[in-house]
């Protein structure tokens, strides 16, 4: 139509409305083929409507609206039709294959091991785990990644730190508890319990720091690690690959990474420092590889890191970084376009720290790790199911407060609690029945679902491919929450005001036929997001 019409590229969408008062599906199309012609836009969107045949049996009624925008309202026969597709494709409704096999690399979480995993790692968790989600759900290839922070000052402060403890307990003797000991951790060191936990289960190692260092460091790295990929498994999160940033320097990626940009004349040398030629690449200034001491800059490893992604053959990477690190972002992308790489190659998805609210008051330390709520605390107070979902309500890169209470309620004002109790009450439908959902077929007639809550609820489950594909390319899993709020209203208001059961057999039929959809599309919703779909709450 667009081509007909004189703009073949026109960038038009047909969407859902927000005010169901403007129809089922709207278009802008008219308006920008004004724009191209420079006219009036209501002029052509009645010759866009003209020139549209329209099914009766799809299309019931077509209104222009405003500047120019087309409104269409569904046929019901053809909203009915969808229950069919729906219960036909079952767990797989709402998938896609428009990532056409794509390969991409979500990496997320990357914590340094030298503690536990905070809140707001556990939000960085929820939303890099929903955005590959969303990617294998409309056909991309995914690899979910952890780049381990093993190397660097902060790691030998780590080892610094349990050696004190350990020598803390040794001396401890009589002592009810080594905590109870003055502390001597080095400036910069770390202080909370779980290095306590570990010295205790620390091997036995040589007299003196130095012969000592070697082994602790290996013991402490695991130890974390294990610590570590034990809560993220508890909530729900795995990875396919695990990467050192130490092995990085160890197997001479970085050193062939310096070799690679030398011989691009990317860097310089200028007051006896290395440079990276960022600026000519889309970067403020140009950016200190190596620093006039000889230590390399936390850049280089990077490039490398990124370098590698891109020799393992995946055609995107996107990092769920901390909202801190925003300023980070051009010169990374810079130095991956001075290498040749494809704008489209890197991608960043920021997420903001969290702050915990319990019992109407901000919940700042944690006996743990003595200076921020753990992951594990949040995890002990509301559970997986509602710290996921809690994490994943709202944009990644917007400030959010975790309020305890408030996910910890069994009633409506709970959102989790709230879209789980609209799947339960689907399944209660076919227990009350007597009959298991897969049993009760998938064909409805379209005159026999006559109220007004049957065509909204139809409506929303019609909405689930469309919402999945647009929170896959924006990278927003919050739209799938905000998706599965709307099908919990519309579920929770059919339920009350549409009987299914006694009622005339086509219309329990139908109904049967839309509580089946509706659990499904539920169901497909939440498990989606990692979350678990009751039958029973």
Same mark, same amino acid.
């Given at each position: ?14 969407? /859902? ?20 012609? $420079? ?10 409507? $003209? ?6 049996? !799809? ?61 707001? +790692? ?31 000052? &902060? ?11 350990? &020598? ?22 770390? +202080? ?22 070697? *082994? ?37 990626? *970085? ?34 590889? /190596? ?65 915990? *609210? /319990? ?34 309500? $709202? ?24 879209? &789980? ?46 919402? !999945? ?41 139908? /109904?049967? *036929? ?24």
């Amino acid at each position: 139509m667009a081509r007909a019409l004189g703009a073949p590229d026109a960038p038009f969408v047909l969407e /859902r409305p927000r005010d169901e008062g403007h129809g089922d599906l709207a278009t802008n199309l008219a308006m920008l083929i004004a724009k191209t012609r $420079r006219t009036n836009p209501r002029p052509v969107a009645e010759e866009v409507v $003209r020139s549209l045949a329209f099914d009766p049996g !799809v299309v019931e009624r077509v209104e222009i609206a405003g500047p120019g925008f087309i409104n269409f309202w569904l046929a019901r026969d053809q909203l009915t039709a969808s229950l069919a597709s729906i219960v036909r494709a079952g767990e797989s409704y709402g998938r896609a294959s428009f990532g056409a096999e794509t390969r991409v690399n979500v990496e997320f979480v990357s914590a340094n091991p030298t503690g536990p995993l905070h809140v707001g +790692h556990g939000r960085g968790a929820a939303l890099g785990d929903g955005i590959a989600a969303l990617l294998e759900w409309t056909g991309h290839v995914v690899t979910r990644e952890f780049y381990i922070n093993d190397a660097g000052g &902060q790691i030998d402060k780590l080892v610094e730190s349990l050696w004190v403890r350990i &020598q803390q307990q040794k001396g401890a003797k009589d002592a009810k508890d080594a905590k109870d000991l003055e502390v001597a951790i080095p400036e910069g060191g770390y +202080h909370g319990e779980y290095l306590i936990d570990a010295a205790a289960r620390a091997p036995e190692v040589p007299a003196g720091f130095a012969a000592a260092a070697p *082994v602790l460091r290996r013991f402490i790295l695991q130890f974390q690690r294990e610590e570590q990929d034990a809560l993220l498994a508890d909530f729900g999160v795995r990875f396919d690959v695990h990467s050192s940033e130490q092995e990085i320097y160890d197997d001479g990626r *970085v050193a062939a990474t310096l070799a690679e940009l030398a011989a691009r004349q990317l860097s310089y040398e200028k007051d006896g420092a290395l440079w990276l030629r960022s600026e000519a690449h889309g970067d403020d200034k140009d950016r200190v590889l /190596r620093k006039s001491d000889g230590s390399l800059t936390y850049l280089v490893p990077d490039i490398a890191y990124h370098r590698d992604k891109h020799e393992r053959g995946f055609e995107r990477v996107i990092d769920v970084w901390g909202a801190d690190h925003h300023g980070y972002i051009p010169r990374m992308r810079a130095a991956l376009r001075a290498l040749g790489y494809p704008d489209d190659f890197f991608e960043v998805a920021l997420v903001q720290l969290v702050k915990v *609210v /319990r019992g109407g008051e901000e919940v700042r330390m944690s006996k743990r790790a003595g200076d921020f709520v753990t992951l594990r605390d949040l995890l002990d107070w509301v559970g997986v199911d509602a710290a996921r979902y809690f994490f994943l309500m $709202r944009k990644g890169e917007t400030p959010f407060t975790f309020d305890v209470d408030l996910a910890r309620k069994q009633t409506d004002e709970n959102p989790v609690f709230y879209v &789980q109790m609209a799947h339960a009450r689907m399944s209660g439908i076919f227990r009350v029945a007597g009959r298991e959902p897969e049993a009760v077929g998938e064909e409805a007639a379209p005159d026999a679902l006559p109220a007004p809550q049957d065509a909204e609820l139809l409506k929303e489950l019609s909405r689930f491919p469309e919402v !999945v594909a647009a929170a896959a390319r924006a990278r927003e899993p919050h739209r799938i929450t905000g998706y599965l709020e709307d099908l919990a209203r519309a579920a929770h208001g059919w339920y009350h005001h549409c009987r299914v059961l006694g009622e005339p057999p086509a219309t329990e039929q139908a /109904r049967l *036929v839309l509580a089946r959809a509706a659990r499904q599309v539920l169901r497909n919703g939440l498990r989606l997001l990692g979350l678990s779909a009751p039958d029973r709450m």
